[in-house]
């Protein structure tokens, strides 16, 4: 694989990562396009009406990036268990990733604190990855969909989750 090839793989794991967890927690997936070059990509996708899933969201993206480089990157060491996982995704989120999540989390740290609970921060990165481990095979497999120039509809993403879901119940 060239350099070229594993960050166009790259990012639209990523890109694909997002678009995985808007649907897994209700939301409905609008598109998802990677730039020509590979470099960076946008996954547009609406919040379900009974909550706000930005958070998650956001951070589903650097996570599935994360998980990728582990399987591909000889060079990238970061341990996938723990807190390092949360820390190692948070490196890897960038601009609107990275305010997205900040703002999201900031809203429920106030909340928390607001209604007497702990801290949350690392403890529900450790949930999501949990969560988001299981769909990891439908982000690479759509991802590969997309760089062959598929159109990732919502109805696609949806199925995808679905037969992955009835394996897990097997």
């Not at 793989?9 to 590979?38: M, P, Q, Y």
């Amino acid at each position: 694989m060239t350099i070229h090839d594993e960050i166009r793989t790259k990012t639209t794991v990523h890109e694909v990562g997002h678009a995985v967890a808007a649907v897994l927690r209700g939301g409905e997936l609008v598109f998802v396009e990677i730039e020509d070059d590979g470099m960076s990509g946008v996954t547009r996708w609406s919040q379900p009406s009974d909550k706000d899933i930005t958070a998650f969201v956001a951070w589903a993206g650097p996570y599935y990036e994360h998980l990728w480089l582990t399987e591909h990157n000889a060079d990238y060491s970061e341990g996938v268990d723990g807190e390092e996982v949360a820390y190692s995704v948070y490196e890897l989120m960038e601009g609107s990733d990275r305010e997205l999540y900040d703002t999201a989390v900031d809203n429920l740290e106030e909340a928390a604190e607001r209604l007497g609970l702990s801290p949350v921060g690392q403890n529900w990165c450790r949930t999501w990855a949990y969560e988001l481990s299981d769909f990891y095979p439908v982000a690479v497999s759509l991802a590969e969909r997309l760089a062959r120039g598929e159109t990732l509809t919502h109805e696609l993403v949806v199925d995808a989750i679905t037969a992955r879901q009835a394996e897990l119940d097997a």
